[in-house]
């Protein structure tokens, strides 16, 4: 009896951990490029609602582009980034939320 309560505690959390929220893999990945957790935990709140997993995922992967130095990245250095993925969409959800973020709005 023993082993399936295990086995199926053991799949809750698997299956937990496998599904972190969209937005905290966007925190972490904006953390990772370079910007400030306090405003990458904004920006990603803001952002997440807002764009489409496929886009989530396509800025995710920012956080391991070469150019980003964490110690010296800007929202303009990303932003930068950000335009070289060639979706207008995230583009300008990303600005906006920067902007939003920044201001305390």
């Known amino acids: 009896m023993a082993f399936p309560a295990r086995a199926s505690a053991l799949l809750a959390v698997c299956l937990l951990a496998a599904c972190a929220s969209p937005e905290r893999q966007l925190r972490t990945g904006l953390i990772d490029a370079g910007l400030p ?3 990458s935990s904004c920006m ?3 952002m997440t609602p807002r764009l489409s997993v496929t886009q989530l995922m396509r800025l995710k992967s920012l956080s391991r582009v070469g150019d980003l130095d964490p110690m010296t990245t800007s929202v303009e250095r990303l932003l ?3 335009r ?3 979706d207008p ?3 300008l959800v990303t600005s906006k939320a920067a902007a939003r973020c ?3 709005l």
Do not use: F, K, S, T
Request: aromatic residues 0%.
């Open 37 to 39: 957790p306090a405003l």
């Open 44 to 46: 990603a709140h803001d």
């Open 80 to 82: 930068h980034q950000v």
């Open 84 to 86: 070289a993925l060639r």
């Open 89 to 91: 969409e995230i583009l």
């Open 102 to 104: 920044a201001l305390g």
